[in-house]
């Protein structure tokens, strides 16, 4: 009898849609203009989720330990309220730029627009907390951890900053070459990987979908995964995790399916405006001195006519995160693919040309970095097959 009322309990539950995106900042006055393009696309979301990249305050003095961002006015999160978003993770490497003061503003007032955020707060045990909504029935639960330091950043007992995992980097000679080009090792320690897996465990015992992101891989970088970013991304399926998505590089990286969950290993940007990273007018030495050295780091001239998005010009090429869940629970998930105009508003795109054009670049880089995953066009967007 308890099966039979579970089934026709879950016959009753209506399909759900969430969607994901990736890199925010919204350093721009206006910041609504930017999701116009997608605003409608959006709005076809039950849960909408993207990652909050730097603080949101008036407050607080800079961090150290990397290269600041500058804190983005408090009033710009409205935005995301207008845009539709009801979640957002905040574990990354510019969370702690404003300290303590700089996550509580960026928390109160994602809060104050409706929209739970999870991955920061004023401690370790609140970074590690699950952001909790429920729709059509179903508790969704988000967790959010960043990979990429700095650790002055991370957040302890009594310490304010983000929940985290912390990855060994090794580097050996390739080849008899001292000295020479390295191949490098990296992984994320034992200890921060179960508790991860512990949280998630946890999560999942409240909720029906969790849902993990992580700020993982390497920076400006087309296509590459770091060692570390698939084992992490699989120990948080093999967990519980339904749904497993990346960001930090600024540019799309591949999508893989694990154990039948989908790992979007990095969304890229979406609406990520700043003028922090130009090298002409920038006000802080230590921006500007880390604008012009990423360039020779990573080997790219931003585009001259995109000056409120200084990065590789293949990241515009763009992705929304699309997993449909039938009342049964079943995930099936896919993308739309997105251009990125010089007005930096994020353009959806159908299957036509361009919209093809943007597919096929993430079938390449899937190819690129090794990995095995397929899809095909079904209702205007990318369906994983």
Known sequence: MQGKALYRARMMLKPLRIMMVGDLVLDEPDA????????????EADVLIGHVEVPH???????VGDVPAPASAPENLRALRH????????????????GAEGIADTIATLREHGIASAGAGANLAEARKPAIIERHGRRIALLSYNCVGPKEGWAGPTRAGVAHLRVISH???AGANPGGPPEAFTFATPDTLEAMQADIEAAKKSADIVIVSIHKGIVHTPAKLAMYERPVARAAVDAGADIVFGHHPHILRG?????????????GNFVTVT????????????????????????GFEPLADYPLYPFHPEARNAMIAVCDVS???????????????????????GDDDKGREVAGYIAAIIERAGLTASFAWKDGRVIFS
Not at 57 to 63: A, H, L, Y
Not at 276 to 298: C, H, M, Q, V, Y
Request: glycine share 10%.
């Open 32 to 43: 609504d203009r930017f999701f116009d393009n997608a605003r409608s696309v959006l709005g």
């Open 57 to 63: 305050t008036r407050r607080g003095v800079e961090s």
């Open 83 to 98: 845009a539709g978003f009801h979640l957002a993770s905040l574990a990354g490497n510019h969370a702690h730029d404003r």
């Open 171 to 173: 580097y050996e000679p």
């Open 255 to 267: 999508v893989e399916v694990f154990k039948g969950k989908p790992v979007y290993h990095g969304l």
């Open 275 to 298: 003028r922090a990273l130009a090298i002409e007018g920038n006000d802080s030495p230590t921006r500007k001195a880390w604008a012009i050295k990423r360039r020779e780091i990573f």
């Open 327 to 349: 009342p049964d629970g079943q995930i099936t998930p896919g993308f739309i693919p997105c251009w990125m105009p010089p007005s930096c508003a994020p353009q959806p795109l």
